[in-house]
């Protein structure tokens, strides 16, 4: 079972259209327990960063994620809510990886809408499958400029900024698999492979 | 972003001054042409020349040797230093300078600034604003000009001053690291920004194109190497991979995909499941789907509909047409719509747009424009372009961003159906206008018309309905056929 938090941030019915197309049993989620139980998290969202932050303080979410030992995938804000503060509301995260999160700045349009290529630069269990340079659907005005070291793929919006990042147990994509076709759900399928639902 | 290496001459020397004290200098050619040709050779894009000896006098006292550098290095420079007259400023830029700095000028003659401007053009003027203390300062650096940041930002904008280099002058020279901040004021503030003053390191300049300024000045770090202009440029260049997007169009009316031209005399197209699949299996990048609707049953299973897209596609889809209200939005998107359009309503009350994007993030919000001519512009109609408004398009659409929308698609009620070309003039005036994503729609009939938007606007994606539905094209044909004529798209 998939555990899709729920945080009032948008887009959880997207995520388990997706893994419904992949035959995944998921449940959209608050409850710690049922959390803690699944055997991966996947953690969506779209909105801003301190509304989001808020209503995880709210319900204890802020520090049971960290925590998590289990499979974990940040999509989207829930990416770039893992990193240690966002400029967005300026806002304290998750500190789950090392650095922040960043508006483009004001000569790009924003938001990034559309589809952008992503490059890999380094193996990880969660890309396994897709070759470097397929197109995956973004929709942000921030980005999570994390630790070099964390970071497994790229995509260039102006320069190059983090796509993906990976650290242990915890997966991170910015821009949305549920909507980016096929490239897009074979990194979901991955996703479930590593949390054993598939 | 550019990285502009500086010569500074002084005596027709190549040097540079410790912290802008003429008392400290370091010579490091006794050749600035020869030094001029390696920046360039190395690939700086564009020179920055100060004329030493001419700030601190009030007038060019280099003039010779910078206009042999202007005109035998094959990349562009910018000058400064003493250019305090209509005369001197004029000597330089019709002499093969392609920009001329100005400071002192602009704080003892708003007027010849002005005039310059006007003259010249914003995009050959440059403002140097050099910081000390907090203070604007002049005279080559031994005075205050005795204007704050925030003034200088002030009395820049009523001066029509587009460019603007920046330089921390207590950083300067120093290698101690460049203020970064001070640099951010002006940019968010919507200058072209260059920074100068103490950028030394490649971490420094990369930094400064994340923060989006125009250039950085690199002078000590590129004379003692510890800079190296080739690897420094190359990091900082503009990479944009994102692609432009077709969207198949399909206007639903209850169960079924209907098409029609200006609006009225619709035809049945077909299922919107099916289609959906369909368009998405074959290389749309997005669907939009237009609810017409005439009855409040049609509009129930509207979105019972768009249950069953979410359900079955993995690409993104738009919803729209008679959005009046926030409990409307909020209905579509928890049907599993990924963003809604909201034509007549953004026209009638503007506030909900606000309202909208406030609740539902920007991201999701698109406005809906239906443009028709009027003479030289081009008046926004509501209602399915059935009743016109004295609201002028563009302006509307600026609004629109302001409000809080996150995403444009405009119609041109002249080339509804016609399939006669987009309406490009109208989609070149909108995106020079706007900073969000637009999408074109309306006349798109072959793939040329496709070819023609995209390489004559800065339109995002391009709306298509007939080309698809009737045609037989698919999108991943006219994809292909996009490429090959250099548009970025998703194959």
Known sequence: MIAIIDYKAGNTGSVQNALNRLGVVSVITADPSKIKSSSGVIFPGQGRAGAAMNQLKNTGLDKLIPKLTQPFLGICLGMQLLAEVSDEDNVDCLNVISGECRKFPALLKTPQLGWNKVMFNKRSPLIRGIASGQYFYFLNSYYFDAEQMYVAGTASYGFDFPAVVAKDNFFAVQFHPEKSANPGEQLLKNFCEISKCL | ?491
């Open chain 2, 1 to 491: 972003m550019f990285v502009i290496p500086a010569i500074d001459i002084k005596d027709g020397k190549c040097v540079r001054l410790f912290q802008g004290d003429f008392d400290k200098v370091t010579t490091y050619s006794n050749d600035p042409i020869l030094v001029a040709k390696k920046f360039a050779r190395l690939g700086a894009k564009l020179l920055h020349i100060i004329d030493l000896d001419g700030a601190k006098k009030g007038f060019p006292v280099s003039q010779q040797i910078i206009l042999d550098i202007a005109n035998r290095v094959s990349v562009p420079v910018q000058v400064g230093g003493g250019i305090r007259s209509y005369k001197s400023a004029k000597a330089y830029l019709c002499s093969g300078v392609e920009r001329i700095i100005l400071s002192t000028a602009v704080v003892k003659n708003r007027k010849l600034v002005k005039r310059l401007v006007a003259e010249f053009g914003d995009s050959r003027i440059v403002v140097a604003v050099d910081i000390k203390n907090g203070q604007f300062a002049i005279d080559g650096w031994t005075k205050s000009g005795g204007k704050s940041v925030v003034q200088s930002i002030a009395l820049l904008k009523e001066l029509s001053i587009k460019n603007v280099l920046v330089t921390d002058i207590s950083k300067d020279g120093a290698l101690g690291g460049p203020n970064f901040g001070l640099t951010q004021q002006f940019i968010d503030a919507g200058f072209q920004t260059m920074a100068a003053g103490g950028v030394s390191t490649l971490p420094d300049t990369i930094e400064f194109n994340k923060r989006g300024a125009y250039g950085v000045v690199v002078g000590k770090a590129v004379y003692e190497n510890s800079m190296d202009i080739t690897s420094a440029q190359a990091a900082v260049s503009y990479k944009n991979t994102l692609a432009k997007r077709l969207i198949p169009c399909l206007d639903v009316r209850g169960t079924k995909v209907v098409k029609g031209t200006n609006f009225t005399r619709l035809r049945e197209v077909g299922d919107p499941v099916t289609l959906a699949k369909k368009y998405s299996d074959s290389g749309a990048d997005e669907l939009t789907f237009l609810d017409i609707a005439a009855t409040l049953e049609e509009r129930k299973t509207f979105r019972e509909m768009v249950t069953n897209i979410a359900g079955a596609i993995n690409i993104p889809f738009t919803v729209g047409g008679g959005i009046t209200s926030l409990d409307d939005i909020r209905q579509l998107l928890q049907a599993g719509a990924d963003k809604v359009s909201i034509g007549s309503a953004a026209v009638l009350q503007p506030g909900l747009i606000r309202q909208a994007a406030a609740y539902f993030g920007s991201q999701c919000i698109v406005v809906s424009v239906d443009a028709k001519r009027k003479g030289d512009s081009w008046v926004v109609y509501i209602k399915g372009g059935s009743e016109a408004t004295n609201i002028d398009a563009v302006n509307f659409c600026v609004d629109m961003e302001d409000l809080g929308a996150g995403e444009l698609l405009v119609n041109s009620l002249d080339r509804d159906g016609m399939n006669s070309g987009f309406d490009i003039e109208l989609l070149r005036l909108i995106t020079q206008a706007v900073n969000i994503p637009v999408i074109a729609s309306s006349g798109g009939g072959s793939p040329e018309d496709f070819a023609d938007v995209f390489q004559q606007t800065n339109v995002d994606a391009a709306l298509g309905a007939s080309i698809f539905h009737y045609q037989n094209v698919k999108p991943s044909s006219l994809k292909t056929y996009l490429a090959s004529k250099n548009v970025a798209v998703r194959i």
